[in-house]
């Protein structure tokens, strides 16, 4: 089976502008994640959503980040305005449940803001 | 509330040497515990998991865990490192609704 798609693969841009991500998850996965893992830390979830609807949200700041899954398949997150601590590299993963299954990632976006 | 604690950020063995990455968690619920492994410019892959059956989790490429509730520990073990082992792992707690917390990770060297 396919494994979970990313892009942009390396992104660079400006403090101040904005960015977007995209994913798609395994098809058939209902549980979609996006986890930022900055340099020399563990990923940390910033938005679980089963199906479309949002599960958990908690640690994602709302301020500047967005995200979406239309349709309950695909998923973007955008970024705007970014800033400089949001260089990370951005992981989507997907999986068939929520607690209990095991996560399929993809192989993340890698985002410098300068 | 549930948090992770991988008690070393670097690890070194020598091949054919035994490797053990420890972790420790802290969870209000009755968790599910994974280790995930890092290689360089690849994709976070589940190495193994625990669910509440079995204590002691065997995963691929022979290594195994064992939950240790009153030690709240699910460290990871390998009798024998390979070169190809090198890499970053990652202790992770799900409980409450399927969030998940990894915890920092470990680094992995294996001398020739």
């Known amino acids: ?114 | 509330a549930q948090s992770v604690t991988q008690l070393d950020s670097h690890v070194s063995v020598s091949e054919g040497t035994p490797v053990l990455l420890r972790c420790n968690y802290s969870s209000s619920y009755s968790p599910s515990l994974f280790w995930y492994v890092q290689h360089p410019n690849k994709g976070l892959q589940l190495l193994l998991k625990y669910t509440s059956a079995a204590t002691l989790v065997k995963g691929i490429n022979g290594f195994e865990a064992e939950f240790k509730k009153s030690e709240t520990s699910f460290h990871l073990t390998k009798p024998s490192a390979h070169m190809s082992d090198a890499a970053e792992y990652f202790c992770v707690v799900s409980a409450n609704a399927g969030k998940s917390t990894f915890g920092d990770g470990t680094t992995l060297t294996v001398k020739p």
Do not use: M
Request: with cysteine; net charge positive; proline share 5%.
């Open chain 1, 1 to 114: 089976e396919a494994g979970v798609a990313q892009s942009p693969r390396y992104k660079i841009i400006e403090k101040r502008q904005s960015v977007a991500f995209w994913c798609n998850p395994i098809s058939g996965h209902a549980t979609l994640y996006w986890y930022q893992q900055i340099l020399g830390q563990g990923p940390k979830l910033l938005i679980q959503f089963q199906n479309n609807g949002v599960v958990d949200d908690s640690q994602l700041p709302k301020d500047r980040f967005s995200a979406e899954r239309l349709k309950g398949v695909d998923s973007t997150l955008k970024i705007q305005p970014a800033k400089l601590e949001d260089s990370a590299v951005y992981l989507c993963a997907s999986s068939h449940g929520q607690a209990l299954t095991e996560q399929y990632f993809g192989p993340g976006t890698r985002l410098t803001v300068t």
